[in-house]
Nanobody, 117 residues
Framework: QVQLVESGGGLVQPGGSLRLSCAAS????????MGWYRQAPGKQRELVAQ???????NYADSVKGRFTISRDNAKNTLYLQMNSLKPEDTAVYYC???????????WGQGTQVTVSS
């Protein structure tokens, strides 16, 4: 079974930075999209950032200009660089890989990001 293992979460002050990583336990040879979602207490899970197989990216308006999604295809690893963090960014962050041709979703276990003074 393929597992996605996340790391990089933690506690930071407002204005600080974190980099999240998500690595697949086995190579996934046909991926449609890769993305990061987050879920804050009492709220629905929302898409934060996405990257397609062709390298196109898109971001939620709330993080645009502050977060950057990237990947290392050779390592089957996805990253989220988070700068200028705000308390509103506090959530559990989940990575997601969707495979071709059926769009089956693999999910990471989640990593907590807390932004607080």
């Amino acid at each position: 079974q393929v597992q996605l293992v996340e790391s990089g979460g933690g506690l930071v002050q407002p204005g600080g930075s974190l980099r999240l990583s998500c690595a697949a336990s086995r190579m996934i040879y046909s991926i449609n999209t890769m993305g990061w979602y987050r879920q804050a207490p009492g709220k629905q899970r929302e898409l934060v950032a996405q990257i397609t197989s062709g390298g196109s990216t898109n971001y939620a308006d709330s993080v645009k200009g502050r977060f950057t999604i990237s990947r290392d295809n050779a390592k089957n690893t996805l990253y989220l660089q988070m700068n200028s963090l705000k308390p509103e960014d506090t959530a559990v962050y989940y990575c997601n890989f969707r495979r071709r041709p059926d769009n089956y979703a693999y999910w990471g276990q989640g990593t907590q990001v807390t932004v607080s003074s």
